[in-house]
């Protein structure tokens, strides 16, 4: 069965200073890739997938999330981090020799300081 | 532009009352999800259905928790009776299969509902 790991339940990032928030899979078959944002009191907003092709997959807000096959990874990054980022932050994965079923994250917390 | 409603979005309620939740989903998504948010379990899913049929329930307390689709433009999560363990985010979320592929959801803004 498909799995994703987030490292780290809390990230703290200066404003203006590139930000990562990890994430980590394990599937059987091939994965699909997912980011999501949630603000407080919020449902989920999708941010960016990965499907096929380009392992470097550009998304909303400045965000991007690169693929690694090898590592197992799907970590978002951001060149320069605005404060109205700090969020809570899933990673998703369909595993898709499993069907429909999509499987999420803990949740990152991404704290911008000014 | 389109987005997932649900209803209510707050609701406060005693333990052994029954409690029904409403989404209408995008207008053309005929995939529908339902998940719980709580901060011990994070967000789990309950179930889902494609059009209209549900194809995976295997999340839900199936003694108390009832999931359907009248129609298209309605899914409804109901518990009877609810208990205190009940009380969460609930969250739908729609999307669109298409030759068999789903790919990204659209989440609704949540009902919050909480049992004393």
């Known amino acids: 069965a498909q799995s994703v790991a987030q490292p780290e339940d809390q990230v703290n990032v200066a404003e203006g200073n590139p930000l990562t928030v990890k994430c980590t899979y394990s599937v059987s078959g091939n994965p699909y890739l997912f980011w999501y944002v949630q603000y407080p009191n919020r449902g989920l907003q999708f941010l960016l997938k990965?499907?096929?092709?380009?392992?470097l997959v550009k998304g909303s807000y400045g965000f991007e999330a690169e693929f690694n096959k090898s590592q197992t990874s799907f970590h978002l990054k951001k060149p320069s981090a605005l404060v109205s980022d700090s969020a809570l932050y899933f990673c998703a994965v369909r595993d898709t020799h499993y069907g429909q079923n999509f499987v999420f994250g803990p949740g990152t917390r991404l704290s911008v300081l000014p | 532009d389109a987005r997932v409603t649900q209803t209510p979005r707050h609701k406060v309620t005693e333990m052994g009352q029954e409690v029904t939740m409403r989404c209408q989903p995008i207008l053309g998504h005929n995939t529908v999800f339902w998940y719980r948010q709580t901060m011990m379990q994070g967000l789990e899913l309950l179930a889902y259905?494609?059009?209209?049929?549900?194809?995976?329930d295997s999340g839900m307390p199936k003694d108390r928790f009832s999931a359907e689709m009248p129609d298209a433009t309605l899914a409804t999560l109901k518990i009877q009776p609810s208990e205190p363990r009940d009380s969460a985010v609930y969250f739908c979320a729609s999307g669109l299969t298409l030759a068999g592929e789903n790919y990204e959801q659209y989440f609704g803004p949540g009902t919050r509902l909480t049992v004393t």
């Open positions: 259905f494609r059009n209209r049929a549900p194809l995976d």
């Open positions: 990965y499907i096929t092709g380009d392992n």
